[in-house]
């Protein structure tokens, strides 16, 4: 309130200000009638000077001329700051700052205006939502500043592939949009502007000697003839293709298909499911034998995540699983998991060990092996039964990290296997430079191994890169009576796989173990060293 009063204030001072100066005027004029013709003969000699009262006033009014016009030139001034001040709001309002996009408050409104636009030319209007992919894992691994020059960078050149017309919007974070427009049914043009900025985005970006690399993701939905449609339901249309191109491998475009809504629908249970289900439990450790395949014997077990859902029912762990590292819970449910298996597993004979998947984010977790060890002392569990199976993807990603954490977790007494071999890029150089326990034979080149030369092939190299490293295989997989004859002409190592029967419960090994006499009743209690690090 006491700035509108300053302001009517000045407004009101301004009024008079600007009477007074246009009567100062008409004055002056009337004035100068009257007084300058005998001022310029006094001047010259030819008559007396003007009254004295009347040049005084004349003075009095040029003065008040000047006051009046300085008084107006501030005022045009402060407009024109005001409008420009204004404008700036206004940009500011409509504009992402960061990359000059639109943002999400004005796209609306502009997408609505092109929509009239297109309308009436027989036009509709294609939506496309696009996501930088992994853009958090080089914002934390480069720091914010380079993750503000790959967005905008990445603005840049997604500008300069649209037409004249097309609207780019920021919606938040490293989500963009763009919206354009199509003649219906022809679409092609569309998908080829989309995977113009697919490839695009893939080049790198130099940032203080960096090079910075993603790739982006891409859906698109099209809007009906004649327009009138929701932007924000079209845009929300968009983005679950967007998220289902992510879930097809990323860096590639999806079209919307109504299908799309209810799968979004279930992923979106999965999600509360998932969050109400880690605190409650629902996420329980299922076990898979390891056999040493020349004397059949158990050597351990891999323990697997089951989901039994109260309202989904079974999911499988290769639904959640994704779910839950997009999510961001995949360490949390991961701990949990391995909590429980440390308990079940200390019942067993102490000869058997208990082999644990880690996802690949928990690996970029500087603090993931202090965790692990504070698991293993909660549940005295001995290190030296415990082994940690990472992936090769996890290989690709922060080498230094990874032989840190390894190194951590094998100074602890834990063993660390390579997970899957064969199916990723790991050099020789990584197997060489990180000291790995174990490698695993990847399911797919074991389960057909009989009678498809290249799996054997890939088999018997991959076993004889184990033996020259001095590292001992598991082959996972085997389901055949053919397949385990074939693995025991290749030589001596461990397996796994269906044949020996599918993961059980933690009741149902523990009575199998019964069986076997493998079970410990009470269980011995061994505490890690804490002074290992």
């Known amino acids: ?105 004005s796209v609306t409104a502009h997408c609505a205006q092109l929509a009239a ?78 995977e113009g900025i697919i490839a695009a985005i ?80 629902e996420f329980v450790p299922h076990y898979e034998k390891q056999i040493n395949l020349e004397t059949g014997e158990i050597t351990g077990f891999e323990m697997l995540a089951r989901w039994n859902s109260p309202k989904l029912g079974k999911i499988g762990p290769d639904t959640f699983i994704p779910v839950a590292e997009d999510m961001g819970v995949i360490a949390e449910l991961s701990e949990s998991l391995i909590r429980q298996a440390l308990r079940d597993a200390r019942k067993w004979d102490p000869r058997l060990t208990l082999s644990v998947n880690i996802s690949p984010l928990q690996m970029r977790d500087p603090w993931f092996a202090q965790r692990l060890l504070k698991l293993l002392v909660e549940a005295s569990f001995p290190p030296a039964r415990l082994e940690i199976e990472v992936t090769e993807s996890c290989l690709h ?44 034979i990847d399911r797919s080149f074991v389960m057909n191994l009989v009678g498809d030369k290249d799996n054997a092939t890939i088999v018997r190299s991959i076993i004889a890169l184990g033996e020259g490293l001095g590292l001992p295989i598991t082959a996972e997989g085997i389901e055949s009576e053919e397949v385990l004859a074939e693995l025991r002409t290749y030589g001596k190592f461990q397996g796994q796989g269906y044949l020996y029967g599918h993961p059980e419960s933690a009741e149902q090994t523990a009575a199998e173990l019964a069986q076997l006499d493998l079970l410990l009743d009470p269980p011995v209690v061994t505490k890690p060293d804490r002074r290992r690090a």
């Open 202 to 281: 893939a080049k790198p970006v130099s940032f203080e000697g960096t090079d910075l690399e993603t790739s982006i993701s891409a859906g698109i939905a099209i809007g009906e003839p004649g327009g009138g449609d929701d932007t924000q339901v079209l845009l929300h249309r968009a983005d679950m293709a967007m998220y289902h191109a992510k879930r097809a491998g990323r860096n590639n475009l999806s079209w919307f298909e109504p299908s799309m809504e209810s799968e979004l629908k279930l992923r979106s249970a999965i999600e509360t499911g998932i969050r109400h289900g880690i605190p409650a439990g």
């Open 397 to 440: 990603e922060n080498v230094a990290l990874v032989r840190s954490l390894i190194t951590s977790l094998k100074n602890q007494g834990v063993k660390v296997s390579l997970d899957d071999f064969g199916t990723g890029y790991s050099s020789l150089s990584q197997l060489r430079s990180l000291p790995f326990d174990r490698i695993k």
């Open 117 to 194: 636009s297109a309308a009436a030319r027989g036009e509709t209007l294609a939506y496309v939502m696009l996501d930088l992919d992994r853009f958090k894992q080089v914002n934390d691994s480069n720091g914010h500043a380079a993750g503000d020059a790959l967005l905008r960078t990445s603005a840049q050149r997604i500008r300069a592939m649209l037409p004249p017309e097309a609207l780019l919007a920021r919606l938040g974070g490293d989500e963009f949009s763009v919206i354009t427009t199509v003649l219906p049914g022809q679409t092609a043009g569309v998908e080829r502007l989309v």
């Open 1 to 105: 309130m006491g700035a509108l009063r300053s302001r009517l204030g000045n407004s009101s001072r301004d009024v008079i200000v600007l009477t007074i100066t246009f009567a100062a005027i008409a004055l002056f004029i009337h004035l100068s009638v009257a007084v300058l013709p005998g001022a310029i003969g006094a001047i010259s000699g030819g008559r007396e000077a003007p009254d004295l009262l009347l040049s005084n006033a004349l003075v009095l009014n040029v003065a008040l001329i000047i006051f009046g016009w300085r008084r107006y030139r501030d005022l045009t001034s402060e407009l024109e700051r005001r409008r420009a001040t204004e404008a700036d709001a206004l940009g500011l309002a409509d504009r992402d700052p960061l990359t000059q996009c639109l943002n999400r408050r």
